[in-house]
């Protein structure tokens, strides 16, 4: 596990473009955590887009199962592993998102795990600056993944924010594209 984490981690950094950390994070992350599917939605001004959608080429930004899953976020993760939301306890807003969304996707288990800002003396909390959603299709998660889901959220945060502020840099696309030639 240590020596699949430590190859996830590396891979992260290997490149700066957001939309190839956010597709790394989406396919590497699914086969760390063994998951049927992972998506990496990205919060860009006060909404939420998913960038990245584990075994996808690109996202279909139209699909209500993409749509959805940022509605689940809360700043808490959401683990949600039956059909039968009455037995936990939730929010009735979240709980209704959480029905609408289990109503377009043929998930059996599914996750929302907040990639929340590190606080800052000037801001103590702040919303998801982006949400891994993991879904499960034919089985419960593995029991080891709500323990492993924080730990690869984490490094998916740094990773984005890098990718983020090297996208803000006047010219980067412009060194991409001399990096990939040279």
């Given at each position: ?136 299709y034919s089985a ?43």
């Open positions: 596990l240590l020596s699949r984490l430590d190859t996830f981690v590396r891979g992260l950094y290997e490149n700066l473009d957001l939309n190839q950390v956010a597709y790394k994070i989406a396919n590497d992350g699914r086969i760390l955590l063994g998951c049927d599917r992972l998506a990496v939605v990205l919060r860009r001004g006060g909404k939420y887009h998913a960038i990245a959608v584990s075994g996808a080429d690109h996202v279909h930004r139209r699909s209500e199962s993409i749509r959805q899953p940022h509605t689940l976020g809360t700043g808490e993760p959401l683990w949600h592993t039956g059909r039968d939301l009455s037995a936990q306890d939730l929010l009735p807003q979240v709980r209704d998102a959480l029905e609408k969304y289990l109503d377009e996707s043929p998930s059996v288990a599914c996750a929302v795990v907040p990639l929340l800002p590190a606080p800052t003396p000037q801001r103590k909390s702040a919303p998801p600056s982006a949400v891994l959603v993991l879904e499960q419960p998660f593995d029991p080891s993944v709500p323990e492993l889901a924080p730990l690869v959220g984490e490094h998916a945060r740094l990773a984005l924010n890098s990718a983020q502020q090297f996208a803000s840099i006047p010219g980067h696309r412009l060194w991409l594209q001399l990096r990939k030639v040279g």
